[in-house]
């Protein structure tokens, strides 16, 4: 076995380990969200707000690419007890007043 197949080996092994992290991290998320989701509709209750992680759910995109929209001002936020939150009318008004950009 040479050292450049070894090497290779190992890059694959670390990326393979990356996508596994992300997919597991993804699949975390969504766990959370059902739950809270189906113990709240038992209640009858929608949330209203969501954490970073139910935004990027909502609103189909990374927690990344919600965080750089907080940063950037084009997502307003919730700041309860130190905690960034969302609430999902402000998401449904930023979607509706994304309808027919460009960009």
Partial sequence: ????????????ASETAGVMGA?????????????????NTALGIQPRLVDVSGAAVYLGRQERAIRGLVTAGKLPVVRIDGRVQFDVKDLDRVIENSKGDRG
Avoid: W, Y
């Avoid at 050292?3 to 080996?9: D, G, K, N, Y």
């Fill in 1 to 12: 076995m040479s050292l450049s197949h070894s090497a290779e080996e190992q890059t694959t």
């Fill in 23 to 39: 997919l597991h991290a993804i699949a975390d998320a969504i766990v959370r969200l059902v739950k809270a989701r189906l113990s």
